[in-house]
Structure formats: structure tokens, C-alpha cells
């Protein structure tokens, strides 16, 4: 499986005086950064901070404007990949490289193709899948080599793109991001697959913005704010201090709300059953309501039916049988765009497939929902105007940074994309609002303001059904929890039960008390 | 906000949502069973009583498959009729690409058998018309095939025959070799496609921008150089040797398909050939899976160290080569001369060939015999003295390719980044 490289010095990187600029904006500002061998390096920082932007031009995706990349002393240009791969170095990146229409197996091969019949490059199937599987089983990181990607949640597709770098057996080894989307027991295992590489000697940058990870597997941590360093900590940092240097201020980590006022009923969902997209099972009569100025939370391990739950409301998703009520109208067969517009805010668990187009700007972005409606436009033109005045608010106060409310979102940073689906749908008079892993890629600071977004619209009388697999996420925004199995609401529960109560619940134990909490609701 | 679309190419079933009534199958059902109809109650009445028979030779001679004319517009429209019922159960989904081609073909035969009552069609030249006149139309849409399924968009297809028929005709007569014709029209094809790909992969000129310029271009210096050169001195320069004729004995024995297929041009085993070659490289090689992930995600094939603009540019050269050597067919098989403009938008019909099959290359050889054989068949009616003006039958390709891309036989779905160049920031 080695890459033919041969050579086994073991790979210290560094980089100096890193610069990148993007028309006025100074993404990456002379950074300079060491990664030892065997290191487990972190990088912190808020969205838009330059992490990916540093990483890129690591990987030869994007030509730095200044400064070196030196290997093992010596400097190298990376014109492409095919570069940074020949010296030994493997990315998983962000935004998922991989092929929809394409198996796991073909997206894990693409590239380092195991062949046979010489030049004529005849692709070795078995072997492709025999190797995946084998590294799939070596790091505890479950795939389906024939599955195609498309059809294929995002954690899945996670798990896929984190193989794809495992299988090619690299010396420095980049995660940006990669436990984003994970569950808490996946990421456990990736935590410890790091630090069994760490001590064969490789190297790996680790991105993300979940400071538990950071601080149970790095060795060392690098924050950058605005392009630039700013600190390097060492992994006994606490949290608080950390979270203050990535941001530049105090952060609360905990969701300050007060007591529920809970009005009338607004969702009401009764033994709905929903398949999945193979025709299986995934919802198998939930019943649920919502009610005006309460948040329910859903927790539950990803895969167990929230996905589908979510698109059943909004009507992405056929309904087998039962009721789904929005203020005792039902939403049977009506169109997403029209239970949209009857007041319910979305937001996606995944983003980039239903949540933004990537190839508009900031403001078209903003308004996707509401283009057609005074004062944004009517149906034959729009109103450039009242689109960049109200973009300009939006991005002021949900902090999205970008160099301009006209620039594609394609070049806005991952968590920033998010902001833009966020203060999409916050930005309307609502009834229900459906977000789903709501936080998912965003910086700690703009966790707290989305977080206080999240109660402040419950405080206005709206009913919030918040999904996460942050079960951290769902104890601080709920009034009441219900948690989900294999489908089914196992129980309601308050958030001031015990976490490992909660914990027994999502792994499908309900102890003495079968679903007795449910009746109680 | 609604999901974005992305089933494969190849999945064509399978798509719809199971619990919609009209999912594909229904839809395609009722088109079946509305041209069953229309053929057994509208073309059946029109028959006359008289006996059709399709020769098995190439004239009225020896044996022949006879019915009675009326009889068979309605026999055959009713099965169409029956198969279409079958596919409105929607019992059928596995069969139904099956159940769909029958129906079409017993559609065709209700056709065939209202306008040759009373008269005869030699089958195996009917046959063999239409597989001439599919040969360009696959060899331009097998170059289509490889550009497009890399990402680039080549509407310059058009061009490379004329290039490649010009180049065919000019070096054939000079060098008196026909094998030197054929070759010059590869590189005849092979000039519009460097350009092709130069303007559109380098340059990041808008793709379906250049392929009309180029075509016009070709056309342009073609005209020009026919005008000045070959018209005034046409024995010196446009008098090109035809493509042989060889016989495989034994196949060529065999009934209609032996004369049709093993005794023919060479041309026309290059391009089934080709066929098989391509559609298993596409599916089993590396070469394929690289190519078609440039074409669907050229950034990830990028991030896994694949040269994207390196196998564009390959693609669309080799492709250039086969859309050549198909230009050649107009000079070296068909007419024997060079003409002004002497393609008459065939590109475009291998281009419709290329989009009614799916970008596969199978499908475009069916769609190329298929066009081929409404284009042999007007040709046929019009000498027959047929009441059905024969342009009905040459607007097929284009009114099939809308049927097709109009969704109503499946998703239609072209490589996802086809004709979106690969820029790096
Ligand atoms: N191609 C581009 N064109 C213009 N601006 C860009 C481009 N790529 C990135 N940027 C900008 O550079 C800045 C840094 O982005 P980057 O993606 O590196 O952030 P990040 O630290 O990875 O953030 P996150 O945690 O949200 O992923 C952002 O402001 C982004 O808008
Ligand atoms: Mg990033």
C-alpha cells in the first residue's frame, strides 16, 4: 500500500511566513508553523480564522503569495496535490472530496488505483475492496466499500474520506475538521487512531473547534485569529482560555435562558412512520408536539431516524402514515416551498447539498427564501437594493465573515457558510422552527450567538425543535428532551436528568422503568 | 431548497420515488400505449388490404416475409398496445427497458407494413443504409462520449467531420492512398480538437462559445480552399480512392445480418470496436474512473493527485482522432468527392446521438442506428412515393433528443461537470 516513496525518515514540516491574500483580504498573514514527527499539532481558530486557507496551500491546492514549505529542511513547491502526496503527505478536507455518483470503494481508490494487465491500467475491484475493508476493520471505522456516496449520510461520508487518507499510508496526515459531523463514539475511536499513528512516528494537523478534542489528543496547539498566530498553547490550556484566545474575549461555554413559557401547540406529529431512502423503516411512529416558546431537543446517536424525521416535516420526504400538523393544518403533500413559507425555518444538517448554493453570492444566499417577495423583489425582477441593505445587516450581525456580502459562498469558510443558512431562516417571522445540527462547523464564539439566537426566537413565541448529536447542544438549548432509537421516542425527558442517564437512553437501554417517562408527558 | 438531483448516468432505474403513481415506468407505459393506438386505429384503417413484403435481398428478388398490409399496421400496432398495458401495470419494472424497445420496434413495424402494402422493402438495404448512415453519427458522438464524460463540451463535431472529410479527400487523391486519407482525417479532426481544447481548458473560453466558432471555422476554410482548390483542379485534388469493401467469409453468409455487418467497410468494424473498447475502459480501467471523476468532481480527482487538465486534454484529442476519422465516411465511403458544407449538420445529429444515449457509449450506437434508420427509411419513402413527407422522418433525432432530454424517457443527466472548466484559485 506504501506510495512507492521507499525512504522511512520520519517527516518534520515547516512553514514560514505563510501569506495569502484573497483581493483585500489578508487570509493568511506570515504564518509560521512547525510539526514535529510524531506530533499530533492542533490548529484553533474561529471560522474564517485561515485554517483550511494554511492547509490548501499545504496540500497544493492553492499557491501560497509568500513564504517557504520546507520537508525535512529542504523547501518544496507544491504545484498540485500529486506533489504534496509525493512527499508524503494526506488530507481529509472539509468539504468532502468525493465522487456522488461514485462507490466508497471507487472514491477510496480514485487516485492510487490497485491495477492489473500492465498499461492497459485494468482496475483490480477485488483488491480496491479488499484493502478498504482492511483498513476499514484496522481503525475501527465501519464503510460499505459498494455503497454509492450520494446515497450516503454525512457521518458516513466522513468515515469514507477519513479511510480514503488512512488507506494511502502518508507521513503527515491533515484533518480539517473531520469529527464535525461524527458521533461521539466515532470520534473517540479517530482520537485514538491519532494517537496510534502519532506513536509510529507520523505526523497530523488536526482542525477543529470542539476544544474537548483538542485537548485529549494534541500535543501541541497553534491559535490563529484574522490570518495570523496569535498564541501557542500547551494541550493543559483550559477550555475557557482557549476558547478566549481563539476569539479574542471572554466566551460562555454554558446557554444562559430562562424558564420555558410554553403556549399552545403548534407542532403536532402522531404515529408517523417514514421510510429511508432504500425503502427501510427509519421513522416507526413517533408521536410529538412542539409548543409555541418551548425548545424540544432531540437527542439521539446519529442514523436513527432524526434525518428522516426532519425532511418528513418540512415535506422532503414522502410520509408512509400518521399525522404531521402545523397549527391543526396539516402538511400532508404540501410542497417544502410552501410549508417554508407558512412560517417554518429550516436549517439543514447538511448544508452544502440543501442549504446554500454555492455558486451566489452572500446576498443572493440570504434571501433565496423570500426573493420574490416585497420588499426584495415581486415575480418578474428583483430589488438589488433592499437585497444588499438587508445582506449588509445580516452579516454584521451574525458575523459572517466574508470580503464582501457580493462575494460566491463558495469562498466563504465552512463555518461561515453555516452563519449564512442561520441567518437566513432567523430572519423571517416564524411559527416552527427546524434546526438541525445547528452549530455544526462553527466557531465557539458564534456558538454561543447562534445558541442565543435559538432562545431568543423561542422567547418570541416560536416553537424550536433543535436536532444535534451534540448531546452537550441539546441538554443547554432544551426545555425537554425526547430521545430517539432506532426510529422510535424512547422517552421524554427533562434536560436536568443525569448526562449518563440521558447517554443509556440514546444506546437503546431503558432501564426499569420501560418508556414510563413517555406517558408522563 | 429542494434536494439537488444526482442518479448516475448508467442508474437508469430507480430513480423516481417508489410511492409516485406516474414514475417512469407508467410514463413511458402510456406513450406505448398511445402510439399503439394511433398505429392500430389511425395508420390501420389508412393500410390497404394488400400484401407488403420485405425482401431478405437487396431488390425485389428471392425470399421475402409477407402479410397482408392492413393486417400487420394493426396486428402490430395492438401489440404495441398490449406491451404498453403491461408497462402501466407497473409490474414490470425490470423488463421495462425490454418491454420499452419492443414497443417502439412493433410501433415501427405497424409503420412499415401501412407504407410497403402493396409494395416490397429490401430489408438487408435498408439495413445496410442505416448502418452507413450511423456510421459518423457514432464515431462523432463516441468523440463526444470522451470529451464530455471528462468535462468538456464538444459541440464541435460538426467541424471535425468537415474537417476530417476535407482532410480525407485532399490527401487521399493526392497521395492515391486511401489508408493516407483516413489517416489525414484523424488529424483533420484532431486540428479543431487542439483548438478545442486549448481555448476551453487553458483559455477558459465558454465551451459551447468555441465549438461554434470552430465549426464555423471549419466550415469557413473547408469552403474557401474547395472554392480556390479542389473546384477548378478537381482530378488533381478531389478525386479520393474509396474505403475497400472486405467480406469475413462464413459471417458474410449469414441472412440480412451477414451482408449488413461482415461485408462492409472497415470503417464500421472500427466503430463497433471502438464501442466496446470505450464503454469497458469507461467502466473498467483507470483510465476510465479518472476520467469520468474529472468529469463529475474535478477538484476531488485533483485532491487525490489525478492530473485534471491532462486527461481533458487527452480526452479531447483522441476524441478529435475518432471524430475524424468519421468525417472520413463522407469522402472515402459516401459520396466519393468533397462538397462545400457536404456534413449538412450530421455533428449535430452524432450530438443528439451523444445526449439520446446518455453520454454511454452504447447508447449513443443505439441512438446513431436509430437516427440512421429514420434517415434511411425517408430516403426510402420518398422513392416509394410515400404520402408522409419525408421530413418528418429527418426531424426525428432532434424531436427525439427533446423527448429525451425533456425528461420523459428517465433523467437525462449529463456528466456533473460538464463544460464548467477547472480553475484553481
Ligand atoms: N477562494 C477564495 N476566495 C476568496 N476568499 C476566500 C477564498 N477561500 C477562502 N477565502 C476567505 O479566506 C478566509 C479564511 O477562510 P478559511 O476557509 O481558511 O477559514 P477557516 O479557518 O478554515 O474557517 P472554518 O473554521 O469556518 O472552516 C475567509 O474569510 C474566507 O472567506
Ligand atoms: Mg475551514
Known amino acids: ?119 492497459l491500467g ?123 484566545l481563539m476569539v479574542g474575549r471572554e466566551v460562555s461555554l454554558e446557554v444562559s435562558k430562562t424558564p420555558a413559557e410554553p403556549g399552545r401547540e403548534v407542532l403536532k406529529i402522531s404515529g408517523l412512520v417514514v421510510d429511508d431512502d432504500r425503502g427501510v423503516r427509519a421513522v416507526d411512529g413517533v408521536d410529538l408536539t412542539v409548543r409555541a416558546g418551548e425548545v424540544l431537543g432531540i437527542a439521539g446517536v446519529q442514523g436513527n431516524g432524526q434525518t428522516e424525521l426532519v425532511e418528513a416535516i418540512v415535506g422532503l420526504r414522502a410520509i408512509r402514515t400518521g399525522v404531521v400538523e402545523l397549527d391543526n393544518e396539516s402538511l400532508a403533500g404540501m410542497s417544502t416551498k410552501k410549508i417554508l413559507r407558512s412560517g417554518v425555518g429550516y436549517i439543514p444538517e447538511d448544508r452544502s447539498l440543501d442549504g446554500v448554493v454555492k455558486e451566489f453570492s452572500v446576498a443572493e444566499n440570504l434571501v433565496l427564501d423570500m426573493y420574490d417577495r416585497p420588499p426584495f423583489g415581486n415575480a418578474f425582477k428583483l430589488n438589488p437594493k433592499a437585497i444588499n441593505e438587508s445582506a449588509a445587516e445580516r452579516v454584521t450581525q451574525f458575523d459572517i465573515r466574508t470580503s464582501s456580502a457580493s462575494a460566491t459562498v463558495g469562498t466563504l469558510s465552512g463555518g461561515n457558510q453555516q452563519k449564512v443558512v442561520v441567518a437566513r431562516e432567523m430572519s423571517r417571522p416564524l411559527r416552527l422552527m427546524i434546526a438541525s445540527q445547528p452549530t455544526r462547523g462553527v466557531d465557539v464564539g458564534s456558538i454561543e450567538f447562534i445558541h442565543s439566537q435559538i432562545i431568543h426566537e423561542r422567547d418570541n413565541g416560536t416553537a424550536v425543535l433543535v436536532v444535534s448529536s451534540e448531546l452537550d447542544e441539546v441538554v443547554g438549548l432544551a426545555d425537554r428532551i425526547a430521545v430517539m432509537y432506532r426510529g422510535r421516542i424512547l422517552a421524554t425527558v427533562s434536560p436536568d436528568m443525569p448526562r449518563e442517564e440521558i447517554g443509556l437512553l440514546m444506546a437503546g437501554i431503558t432501564g426499569a422503568e420501560p418508556a414510563g417517562e413517555e406517558e408522563a408527558e | 431548497m429542494s434536494q439537488v438531483s444526482t442518479a448516475t448516468v448508467e442508474d437508469l432505474t430507480g430513480v423516481d420515488a417508489p410511492d409516485r403513481f406516474w414514475n417512469r415506468e407508467r410514463r413511458l407505459g402510456a406513450g406505448v400505449t398511445i402510439i399503439g393506438l394511433v398505429a392500430a386505429f389511425i395508420f390501420g384503417p389508412l393500410a390497404e388490404s394488400k400484401t407488403a413484403r420485405f425482401t431478405l435481398s437487396t431488390d425485389a428478388t428471392g425470399a421475402a416475409l409477407s402479410i397482408n398490409g392492413q393486417l400487420g399496421t394493426i396486428l402490430f400496432g395492438l401489440i404495441a398496445v398490449v406491451l404498453g398495458v403491461v408497462m402501466l401495470t407497473g409490474r414490470a419494472k425490470r423488463w421495462q427497458t425490454l418491454l420499452l424497445c419492443l414497443g417502439i420496434a412493433a410501433f415501427v413495424l405497424s409503420f412499415l407494413c401501412w407504407q410497403v402494402a402493396g409494395k416490397f422493402m429490401p430489408l438487408v438495404d435498408t439495413l445496410s443504409g442505416s448502418v452507413e448512415y450511423a456510421l459518423p453519427l457514432v464515431l462523432g458522438a463516441l468523440a463526444g462520449v470522451l470529451g464530455e464524460r471528462s468535462g468538456v463540451v464538444n459541440v464541435a463535431i460538426e467541424g471535425q467531420f468537415l474537417m476530417g472529410a476535407f482532410g480525407a479527400a485532399l490527401v487521399g487523391t493526392l497521395a492515391t492512398s486511401v489508408w493516407a486519407g483516413l489517416i489525414s482525417a484523424m488529424i483533420g479532426g484532431l486540428i479543431i480538437a487542439a483548438m478545442l481544447a486549448v481555448l476551453a481548458i487553458k483559455f477558459l473560453v465558454d465551451q459551447v462559445v468555441v465549438g461554434t466558432v470552430l465549426n464555423l471555422f471549419a466550415l469557413g476554410i473547408t469552403g474557401f480552399l474547395y472554392e480556390r482548390l479542389m473546384q477548378p483542379n478537381a482530378l488533381k485534388y478531389n478525386q479520393p480512392p474509396q474505403l475497400p469493401r472486405w467480406e469475413i467469409p462464413g459471417l458474410a453468409d449469414i441472412p440480412v445480418l451477414g451482408p449488413v455487418l461482415f461485408h462492409t467497410n472497415v470503417l464500421v468494424w472500427i466503430a463497433l470496436i471502438l464501442v466496446f473498447v470505450i464503454h469497458f475502459a469507461l467502466k473498467g480501467t483507470r483510465w476510465g474512473l479518472r476520467t469520468r471523476a474529472v468529469g463529475e468532481h474535478p477538484t476531488a480527482a485533483d485532491t487525490v493527485g489525478v492530473r485534471v487538465r491532462g486527461l481533458r486534454y487527452l480526452n479531447v484529442m483522441v476524441g478529435g482522432l475518432i471524430a475524424g476519422a468519421g468525417g472520413a465516411y463522407f469522402t472515402l465511403v459516401s459520396t466519393g468527392a468533397f462538397n462545400k458544407n457536404m456534413t449538412a449538420g450530421a455533428g449535430f445529429i452524432a450530438l443528439a446521438a451523444l445526449i439520446f444515449g446518455r453520454w454511454t457509449p452504447f447508447g449513443a450506437l443505439g441512438a446513431a442506428l436509430f437516427f440512421g434508420f429514420a434517415q434511411k427509411l425517408a430516403y426510402f419513402l420518398s422513392v416509394a412515393g410515400s404520402p408522409v413527407p419525408n421530413q418528418f422522418l429527418n426531424m426525428l433525432p432532434y424531436i427525439a433528443t427533446i423527448v429525451a432530454v425533456a425528461g420523459l424517457v428517465g433523467r437525462v443527466r449529463a456528466p456533473a461537470a460538464d463544460g464548467v472548466p477547472y480553475v484553481k484559485s
Open chain 1, 122 to 244: 485494468i482496475l483490480d475491484r477485488r483488491r480496491n475492496r479488499r484493502d478498504v475493508l482492511a483498513t476499514s476493520t484496522k481503525y475501527g471505522l465501519p464503510v460499505d466499500p459498494d455503497a454509492l456516496v450520494e446515497d450516503l449520510p454525512v457521518g458516513a461520508q466522513q468515515r469514507v474520506e477519513i479511510v480514503k487518507a488512512l488507506t494511502r499510508d502518508v507521513d503527515l496526515l491533515i484533518l480539517d475538521e473531520p469529527t464535525a459531523v461524527l458521533t461521539p463514539q466515532e470520534t473517540d475511536e479517530l482520537l485514538a487512531v491519532m494517537r496510534s499513528l502519532a506513536e509510529t512516528g507520523k505526523s497530523i494537523v488536526f482542525i477543529t473547534h470542539k476544544l474537548r478534542e483538542v485537548k485529549a489528543v494534541a500535543d501541541r496547539i497553534t491559535v490563529i485569529r484574522r490570518g495570523r498566530t496569535v498564541a501557542t498553547a500547551a494541550p493543559d490550556t483550559s477550555e475557557d482560555e482557549l476558547a478566549a
Open chain 1, 1 to 119: 500500500m506504501r506510495s512507492g516513496r521507499g525512504q522511512e525518515i520520519p517527516l518534520r514540516l515547516e512553514l514560514r511566513g505563510i501569506t495569502k491574500r484573497f483581493g483585500d483580504l489578508v487570509a493568511n498573514d506570515h504564518i509560521d508553523i512547525t510539526v514535529e514527527p510524531g506530533e499530533v499539532h492542533a490548529l484553533l481558530g474561529e471560522n474564517g480564522a485561515g485554517k483550511s486557507t494554511l492547509m490548501n496551500q499545504l496540500y497544493g491546492l492553492l499557491p501560497p503569495d509568500e513564504g517557504e514549505i520546507l520537508v525535512n529542511g529542504e523547501a518544496k513547491v507544491f504545484k498540485s496535490p500529486r506533489d504534496a502526496i509525493a512527499a508524503g503527505i494526506g488530507m481529509v478536507h472539509q468539504h468532502f472530496m468525493l465522487v456522488p455518483v461514485f462507490t466508497v470503494a471507487e472514491n477510496i481508490a480514485l487516485g492510487a488505483e490497485e491495477i492489473r494487465g500492465g498499461p
